[in-house]
């Protein structure tokens, strides 16, 4: 790696819970599921970011996805029974980047379940190509200090890497923001 290069965001673990069905609706919007009333509870996020290479060179046409525990820490998951399912929240959404690498999303905070810290698991596709799976932790929470999937990034700059702040939007009617950035390695 040369010394302008930019470090590869850290690979995680896929996790038990990536959706075993997906959900008719799998747009970016996490939200609102199309066909149903309301929107999810939960602190809406505005979750934005890049796919770059470690040049720093965006990198098109990556597909991302993403999936989450709804407001009351339940994944889009059968196996996940331990409390009831937010039905107005997707779970699981993907977006394919343009040419300048951005994703967006409109989702939850994370919050917490049993065992892990609040994090937004993230599985980003090259085309035709490899992928890589990661997770994103919210600055400031104070059970990262004991999660360890998150722990498990021994390097202190690399682990910091994963964890953004989720800060409020002005003017919004509460509505938060978060930006992840993804080094593909």
């Given at each position: ?98 040419t300048s690498g951005e994703y967006r999303f409109r989702t939850i905070k ?76």
């Amino acid at each position: 790696m040369l010394s302008e290069d930019l470090a590869p965001t850290p690979r995680q673990t896929e996790g038990p819970f990536y959706p075993d069905k997906l959900p008719l609706d799998t747009d970016n919007d996490l939200v609102r599921v199309a066909g149903r009333p309301g929107t999810a509870a939960g602190e809406v996020t505005h979750l934005h970011g890049r796919i770059l290479d470690v040049h720093g060179q965006p990198i098109a046409d990556a597909l991302v996805e993403i999936w989450q525990v709804d407001a009351n820490g339940v994944y889009l998951h059968s196996a996940d029974t331990h409390a009831r399912r937010d039905a107005g929240f997707q779970g699981y959404g993907r977006f394919t980047t343009g040419t300048s690498g951005e994703y967006r999303f409109r989702t939850i905070k994370p919050v917490p379940y049993p065992g892990r810290t609040p994090h937004i698991h993230f599985k980003v596709t090259r085309k035709n190509r490899d992928s890589l799976t990661t997770q994103c932790y919210v600055e400031g929470e104070p059970l990262n200090d004991r999660d360890g999937v998150l722990n498990s990034i021994r390097d202190p700059a690399a682990r910091a890497s994963v964890v953004v702040p989720f800060t409020p939007i002005p003017g919004s009617a509460g509505e938060l923001s978060a930006r992840f950035d993804i080094i593909f390695g």
